[in-house]
């Protein structure tokens, strides 16, 4: 018996196989032309910027101290950011998943607020609650508690923008996975905790790997929102995209676009992960669908 997907699959394939090759060429051209003239060039020239006065002018760039607090500042703020997400994703797509009880849809209507709401809003937020002139900011002076214009105000802005990246992924993974085996895993005598990193874990595991990829490239990537309750201090407060406005501000474009040059690479390095993962669940879902096929 053939895989109902594998079959409207095919019957897809073979109604694009008899479109007209006129169309395909078209179609093909003005995809490749749109993301050769919207990605492919803005990234060459970043690094053709980055090096255009040679490799020395581009490692020398980094040669500042303001330069490295933002990169350690960048990688503090999603070294924090992504675990209290990976948490919170995980337990959200099992309540979701698994639990029927009310505000169920409100919970995910909110879990995908971030995707609404604009960055610089959501830092605005922030510095409502925890500026000065906040709601919460004459008790946070009083106890000598500093959030905005300082690195707990990145870290949170930064938490808010990647709030939905893992739980999104989840989701609707575990919904579809249904909660079987998980029930039968414990009518078998195992724990909570040995259930999910026995039966649970191994089902979700590319698509939890998939959401904290996607989720640290915006948490480095992020402008608005951190830029906002950062202050822009320099060598204190700007994270690498920052640094990058700051340097092109200054018209240090060599140094700018050298900076900009270590976000694309981390850009292309996660694109890499995200294409190597779907190639592993396009294997492993095609191993899944062999006895299947064995069986027709």
């Known amino acids: 018996m053939s895989h109902p997907s594998a079959a409207s699959s095919g019957g897809k394939n073979r109604r694009a196989a008899n479109d007209p090759l006129w169309l395909q060429m078209l179609l093909i051209s003005l995809s490749l032309a749109f993301v050769g003239l919207m990605l492919v060039l803005p990234l060459s020239i970043v690094f053709i910027e980055a090096f255009r006065d040679g490799v020395g002018a581009y490692l020398k760039s980094f040669d500042d101290r303001a330069a490295w607090q933002a ?24 309540a979701i998943a698994k639990f029927d009880f009310k505000g169920k849809s409100l919970l995910i209507t909110l879990i995908d607020l971030p995707f609404a709401v604009s ?15 906040g709601w919460l900011g004459p008790w946070l002076a009083e106890h000598n508690i500093r959030i905005i214009f300082a690195v707990p105000g990145i870290v949170l802005a930064t938490i808010f923008v990647t709030f939905p990246f893992i739980a999104r992924e989840l989701i609707p993974l575990m919904q579809q996975q249904g909660s079987d ?3 039968a895993a ?33 948490a480095m990537g992020e402008f608005g929102a951190v830029s906002v309750v950062s202050g822009h201090i320099r060598g204190k407060t700007n994270t690498i995209p920052l640094h990058v406005e700051i340097l092109y501000n200054e018209y240090n474009v060599v140094a700018a676009f050298a900076m900009a040059s270590l976000l694309a690479l981390l850009g292309l390095i996660t694109l890499a992960a995200k294409s190597y993962l779907e190639w592993k669940v396009q294997q492993d879902l095609h191993q899944s669908l062999e006895p299947s096929s064995a069986e027709a």
């Open 71 to 94: 990169i350690k500042l960048t990688l503090i703020a999603s070294g924090i950011s992504i675990p209290l997400n990976l948490v919170f994703g995980l337990a959200a797509a099992w």
């Open 119 to 133: 960055p610089v809003i959501s830092g605005l937020i922030f510095v409502l609650l925890f500026g000065l002139q």
């Open 181 to 183: 085996e998980e029930q």
């Open 186 to 218: 414990l009518s078998l005598g195992a724990g909570g905790w040995q259930t999910f990193c026995r039966v649970t874990l191994p089902n979700i595991k590319w698509g939890l790997l998939y959401g904290v990829i996607l989720g640290n490239a915006r």
